[in-house]
């Protein structure tokens, strides 16, 4: 399933990948994408707040289960359209492991008769089904036999 024709909408897809957070995502990655907030590197700032430890920056973890969400959602994309309604409703600590779950929202014809628009609804979900991210995707994706 990758291609426009193979989505319809309310098909609904658990991704096979996941990904084991470590402390590169929480606290080196942060510091890549120069976001300095104490509650993604400092221990100590955390201790006494709910979290108890450091948390993973929500940019981050939206971009790894849309990564998970990939090879189903993306390999004939074209282009990403957008992103809407994200949400971070848990915290994401090393240790958790992540997964991610699809549902199609919509299949439109595009202005292009090589593609077609796709819009996804994505969860990010941890080991004890969680949610730790909710998020609206649209995306250009080729139709069969258009290379």
């Known amino acids: ?3 426009f024709e193979d989505f319809s909408v309310g098909d609904r897809l ?3 990948r996941g990904k084991t ?3 590169f995502e929480v606290a080196t ?4 994408v120069m976001n ?5 590197f400092n221990a100590q700032f955390m201790e006494p ?3 108890e430890r450091p948390i993973n920056f929500g940019g981050i973890t939206a971009a790894i289960v849309v990564g998970l969400a990939m090879q189903d959602t993306g390999e004939h994309a074209l282009a990403e359209l957008g992103m809407a309604e994200v949400r971070f409703p848990k915290p994401v600590v090393a240790g958790d492991t992540l997964y991610a779950l699809s549902e199609v929202l919509s299949a439109d014809d595009d ?14 979900i941890n080991q004890r089904d969680e949610v ?7 995306v250009l994706v080729m139709r069969r036999g258009s290379r």
């Open 132 to 138: 730790v991210f909710e998020g609206r995707r649209e």
């Open 1 to 3: 399933m990758s291609w």
């Open 29 to 32: 990655l942060c510091h890549l």
């Open 36 to 40: 300095t907030h104490q509650a993604h």
């Open 111 to 124: 202005e292009r008769e090589d593609a077609g628009r796709v819009t996804f609804q994505h969860w990010g």
């Open 49 to 51: 707040t709910p979290f």
């Open 14 to 16: 658990r991704h096979a």
């Open 21 to 23: 957070i470590t402390d």
